[in-house]
């Protein structure tokens, strides 16, 4: 292993910094990478700063060994990206979520076709007390999909040490990062309004984490849909819990009254099983006496029974592009104007099968 030379710049002002980065045509951000993390930008970049800070006779004042040691050469520093998973739960396995593991596969196979190496990790998005990734601690990415909910502060940890940063699945609220994400809103808005065409006026909409902020996206598309076809809202039947343990008990106090919704809109697809698990229990019927809709249309959608009429998310899509764009971000790095982050929303689509049925 080489051990890696860290400068670490002590000048007297910051006016020499800015001088080499106005005569180099870069950001003073890049002039600093030049001299404390080189293998962050091309190496064409590294060696313009450098020539430009000689010839102006600029010097850091002192030195220092970084001791942890560096993995790839920094010629090969962009070509390793790294893929955090925030699961649900501890035992949330990657490769078996049924929602994210095609998003997985997209980001592999772009990044093959690229001849760039995908490193994943997974984290318990609840999980405060944490030791940051190997591939960050070390510095052997250059840059990360961060993909799914993660609570603030397990977020935070990760956006003030990864240099370049894509966000999957979940929206930045402070338009700091790039994001990408899928239509909820116009999703739910379709799927609802599809139920309102067959007929239905009590429409229920089920979620089990009012934090997520796609949920919320949801919600809002459901909300919309009502406003549109002028239909009040029984705020009674918007089902809120803290958890996917609450729901059954949920679902069954609404779904035992005489006076309840014909049909159901689940802000995901594992809800809407939760809700044919739960009306089995009370001997009703999808979608004879509730008619029900899903979102993400995982790959047992079409196989469960009834066969789910859900809103499809382009999962492989989403992981192919968020390839691309950090790809571009780190590309990016070194020219004289920064990369301005940008959210890319994804359309939805909703998919019919035999779920839901017109109110007779």
């Known amino acids: 292993m080489l051990d890696k030379m860290k400068c670490v710049c002590y000048n007297n002002t910051m006016n020499s910094i800015r001088e080499v980065a106005k005569q180099a045509g870069v950001s003073a951000a890049t002039v600093s990478r030049a001299f404390n993390a080189p293998e962050l930008i091309s190496p064409a970049t590294h060696k313009h700063v450098l020539e430009t800070a000689e010839r102006l006779n600029y010097r850091p004042l002192r030195t220092k060994i970084r001791k942890e040691s560096r993995k790839f050469p920094a ?3 962009e070509t390793f990206i790294g893929f955090q998973f925030f699961s649900k739960t501890a035992g949330d396995l990657l490769q078996a979520n049924s929602f994210y593991a095609p998003i997985l596969a997209g980001a592999q196979a772009e990044a093959s076709a690229h001849g760039m190496h995908l490193l994943t ?3 318990d998005r609840h999980q405060l007390e944490l030791e940051l990734p190997k591939m960050i ?15 603030p502060d397990l977020l935070a940890l990760f956006l003030k040490r990864v240099p370049q940063i894509v966000l999957v699945d979940q929206p930045d609220p402070t338009g700091q990062h790039d994001a990408l994400i899928t239509d909820g809103f116009g999703g739910t808005l ?12 009590k429409i229920s909409f089920l979620r089990d984490n009012p934090d997520i902020l796609t949920f919320r996206d949801r919600l809002r598309g459901f909300v919309c849909a009502h406003f549109e076809a002028g239909l009040p809202i029984d705020p009674r039947l918007i089902v809120t819990t ?9 679902l069954q106090g609404l779904l035992c009254t005489t006076d309840r ?29 509730i008619s029900l809709v899903g979102f993400d249309d995982i790959a047992y959608s079409a196989q469960s029974w009834p066969p789910l009429t859900t809103v499809r998310v382009e999962k492989e899509q989403l992981g192919r592009l968020a390839v691309n764009r950090l790809r571009a ?9 920064d990369m301005p982050p940008i959210t890319l929303q994804i359309p939805a689509s909703l998919i019919v099968r035999q779920s839901c049925r017109p109110l007779s």
């Open 75 to 77: 010629s090969q520093a």
């Open 121 to 123: 990790n997974t984290t």
């Open 261 to 289: 919704p014909t049909a159901i809109v689940a802000a995901n697809d594992s809800l809407a099983y939760a809700v044919m698990q739960v009306c089995r229990i009370l001997r009703l019927r999808v979608p004879e006496d």
């Open 329 to 337: 971000r780190l590309q990016s790095v070194g020219l004289a104007e």
């Open 242 to 250: 803290q958890c996917e343990e609450e729901v059954p008990a949920a």
């Open 190 to 201: 379709a799927a609802t309004k599809y139920l309102i065409s067959l007929g239905h006026k």
């Open 137 to 151: 601690r070390e510095q052997t990415v250059g840059g990360m999909l961060l993909v799914g909910t993660a609570d």
